[in-house]
């Protein structure tokens, strides 16, 4: 029996293959040209699809990570900051690491591109379809207050469980830690080792000093460990790209206020 185009397209909507519909069309005139074979066609159709559900997928969870902004290394300064590990930090955008289920800890002076770098993994991670769930340390800790006030913590921690990638970013930026932070953050590093889900973390704060700023040594010996285990340390060292921007910044209005004058 042969259908129109119009009931083909209702039955593509039908079964919600949205990805056909959309070039259908354009595959149709393709095939009536003459010029390819069906199959050929048809398994272009069926990739149309993939693409599209594909990039839904990574659309929902670009949302569900909390990221606020995409970051890439093609805005990445390079040559401000030389002895980066830039060869290590190419390999962690490659995401593989997440598919291995292996932890990251990017430690360094502030403003040296940890958090940038840290971003830009997520996204490499959603582009290759993790489920990525990013946080400020302090908002994380806020996270959990209120979701012990309000009986989310369990949800709450459900999300961390659950993601591909937890991000942890700028942990200790604050120096003064909430009372229970040490327990929340290793049953956090516990929960995700032991399933081999990947944890990143950025720090402006040696390792060393861990154990001080959580108050526990204990704890911070064993979240170290476990990070360790299956990670990957990188060590940021060189100038802050804040205040080199922020130098730009002086520097432009300066030239502006001159020229106004």
């Not at 069309?25 to 003459?34: C, D, I, K, M, V």
């Not at 149309?48 to 990221?67: G, I, M, P, T, V």
């Not at 469980?161 to 956090?188: C, G, H, T, V, W």
Request: hydrophobic content about 40%.
């Amino acid at each position: 029996m042969s259908m129109s185009m119009v009931e083909i397209e209702k039955q593509l909507k039908a079964l919600r293959l949205y990805g056909m519909l959309a070039t259908l069309e354009s595959r149709t005139l393709q095939a009536n040209q003459g010029n390819t074979p069906f199959i050929e066609v048809y398994a272009e159709l069926l990739q149309d699809e993939l693409d599209y559900r594909f990039s839904r997928l990574r659309q929902r969870h670009f949302k569900a990570s909390s990221l606020k902004e995409l970051k890439t290394l093609s805005d990445f300064d390079w040559s401000f900051n030389p002895k980066l590990p830039k060869k290590e930090i190419y390999e962690l955008v490659t995401a593989k690491f997440v598919q291995d289920g292996n932890d990251v800890l990017l430690i360094g002076s502030p403003g040296t591109g940890k958090s940038h770098i840290a971003k830009t993994i997520a996204h490499a991670a959603i582009q290759s379809c993790h489920k990525v769930f990013y946080r400020e340390a302090h908002v994380l800790f806020e996270d959990i207050f209120e979701a012990n006030q309000t009986g989310n913590k369990k949800r709450l921690f459900k999300t961390f469980s659950e993601a591909d990638l937890l991000i942890i970013d700028d942990l200790f930026l604050r120096k003064k830690m909430p009372e229970d932070a040490a327990d929340y953050l290793l049953n956090i590093i516990i929960e995700r080792y032991s399933t081999r889900k990947s944890t990143l973390l950025t720090s402006n704060r040696p390792l060393e000093d861990w154990g001080l700023l959580l108050k526990d040594n204990a704890a911070s010996s064993a979240i170290l460990d476990r990070l360790l285990h299956h990670g990957h340390l990188l060590k940021f060292e060189g100038k802050s790209y804040r205040l080199k921007e922020a130098a730009t910044r002086l520097s432009q209005g300066k030239g502006k206020k001159e020229i106004e004058e």
